[in-house]
C-alpha cells in the first residue's frame, strides 16, 4: 500500500521503511498468525520469538522507544508509515504485527531519572516485555484533570496508593505500569502525579473486563498499594503533563493504524467484487458497488494525509494537539465506515469466521472510544476554533 504522491511525495527512505515492513508481514507475521483460530491474541511462544528476532534485525524493535535505550527510534511520521503496515493482519488493531515489533513502553518512562530508565525502561525495551499505562477510572476517563480519584499519599520513604482503574490495557504479563494519581490537595490538573507501579507490589490486583473485541482490557485495585518514594515519575503534581503528551502523541501512529486496517478490508473487498459473479456478470460492475468502493478510498486517502499532517507537525516542532484530535476522529470514523461497506459487499462471507472483517469491525467499534471518544475531540477542536479572535 503506498499513499499516491499528487503535490506531496513520501521521502524516499520512508517509502523503502514501508517496503520492508510490507514484506516482513507478508512473508514472515502473516503466515505465522494464519495458523491460529480466528480469535486468537498472541502467537505461539516459539513464533513470537523468532519473529522479534527477526525484527530486531531489521531495525523494527520497539519503533517508538529511544534508539540509545535500545529501540527503533522512528519519529512520528515514520511511525504512522510502520503502523499503518503492520496493523494488517487479523489481530492488527490489537497489537501491530502480533507483537512481532515488541511492546514500546509508555514514553514518560524516559523522562525519569537514570536509575528509573535503567531499572524499568530498558529491561522492558531487552526482554519484550509488556507495560501498561492506567489513567482512566469508573468515574470517567475522558477528563482525567477532573475524574481521577486514585490517591497516593507519602508515608516514609514509600507511597500508598488507593483507588481503581479501569479499561486498563495490558496489564496480564506486564511486570510494571505507570499509575496516575491525586497527591495533595490540589483538585485539578496540578494535583495529579504519577507513579510507577510494579504489579508485584503488595497491594495490586487486576481482574479481566470482557468487550466487544477478541481480548479484554482490565480493571486494577489499588488497596494500600506500597511503592518505593523513588517510583515517583517525574515531580509531583506534574503528572497530567506527563499524560498529556503520552496522549497527544500516541493519538497520531493510533489513527494511523486504523486506515492500515480499512486499507486491508477495502483490497479485500475490491478483489472479491471482481471474481463474484451475479445477475450476469461480475460485481464490479454494479454502480452502487463501484461508488461504495471509490468512497472508501477517498476518504481514506483523506485520513491519510491528515495523519501524515499531524505527524509532520509534530517533526517541526509544532504544536500538533489539535491535529492529532482531527485525525484520530476523522481516521477511526473513516476507517469503521469503510469495512461496513467492505461487508456489505462481501454479502455472508463478510460476517464470516474465516474472513477477518468481522474481527476488524468489532475491533474498530472501540477505536472511536479509545485515546478520547470522538465527542471530547469535537470539543477540543471546538474550543480551539471558538478562541480565535476574528
Request: with cysteine; aromatic share 8%; net charge neutral.
Amino acid at each position: 500500500m503506498t499513499a499516491d504522491s499528487g503535490a506531496w511525495e513520501m521521502p524516499e527512505e520512508l517509502v523503502m521503511l514501508r517496503r520492508t515492513v510490507a514484506d516482513f508481514m507478508e512473508h514472515e507475521v502473516r503466515p505465522a498468525e494464519d495458523k491460529l483460530e480466528f480469535d486468537a491474541v498472541e502467537l505461539p511462544a516459539d513464533d513470537l520469538e523468532r519473529l522479534q528476532r527477526k525484527a530486531r534485525q531489521a531495525g523494527l524493535w520497539c519503533i517508538a522507544s529511544p534508539e540509545e535505550y535500545g529501540g527503533a527510534g522512528l519519529d512520528l511520521l515514520a511511525q504512522c508509515v510502520v503502523t499503518e503496515e503492520a496493523v494488517q493482519c487479523r489481530m492488527g488493531a490489537y497489537i501491530p504485527a502480533c507483537g512481532a515489533m515488541g511492546w514500546d513502553p509508555p514514553n514518560v518512562i524516559f523522562q525519569g531519572t537514570k536509575e528509573q530508565i535503567e531499572r524499568y525502561g530498558i529491561p522492558a525495551l531487552e526482554k519484550g516485555k509488556k507495560t501498561f499505562v492506567a489513567i482512566s477510572e469508573p468515574s470517567g476517563g475522558s477528563d482525567p484533570g477532573r475524574s481521577i480519584k486514585t490517591r497516593a499519599v507519602r508515608k516514609g520513604d514509600t507511597w500508598v496508593l488507593n483507588g481503581t482503574k479501569l479499561w486498563i490495557s495490558g496489564v496480564s504479563g506486564s511486570d510494571w505500569g505507570v499509575v496516575f494519581a491525586r497527591t495533595g490537595s490540589d483538585t485539578g490538573r496540578g494535583g495529579i502525579s504519577s507513579f510507577i507501579v510494579p504489579t508485584d507490589s503488595p497491594g495490586f490486583s487486576y481482574r479481566p473486563v470482557p468487550v466487544i473485541r477478541a481480548w479484554s482490557p482490565y480493571e486494577v485495585h489499588l488497596e494500600d498499594c506500597t511503592i518505593p518514594a523513588e517510583n515517583l515519575l517525574g515531580g509531583e503534581g506534574e503528572g497530567f503533563a506527563f499524560a498529556e503528551k503520552w496522549l497527544v502523541n500516541g493519538r497520531v501512529p493510533y489513527a494511523a493504524g486504523t486506515i492500515g486496517i480499512a486499507q486491508a478490508a477495502l483490497k479485500i473487498a475490491t478483489d472479491y467484487a471482481k471474481i463474484r459473479n451475479t445477475f450476469g456478470g461480475p460485481l464490479s460492475d454494479r454502480q452502487a458497488v463501484q461508488w461504495m468502493l471509490a468512497d472508501s478510498e477517498i476518504e481514506l486517502r483523506a485520513a491519510r494525509l491528515l495523519v501524515y499532517q499531524a505527524a509532520w507537525k509534530a517533526l517541526l516542532g509544532q504544536n500538533f494537539k489539535i491535529d492529532a484530535s482531527i485525525a484520530k476522529v476523522y481516521a477511526t470514523e473513516t476507517a469503521g465506515r469503510v469495512v461496513d461497506r467492505c461487508i456489505q459487499i462481501m454479502g455472508g462471507l463478510g460476517v464470516a469466521k474465516e474472513m477477518p472483517l468481522e474481527r476488524w469491525y468489532r475491533e474498530l467499534r472501540i477505536k472511536r472510544i479509545g485515546e478520547g471518544p470522538s465527542e471530547v475531540h469535537r470539543l477540543v477542536v471546538a474550543r480551539d476554533l471558538l478562541k480565535r479572535k476574528l
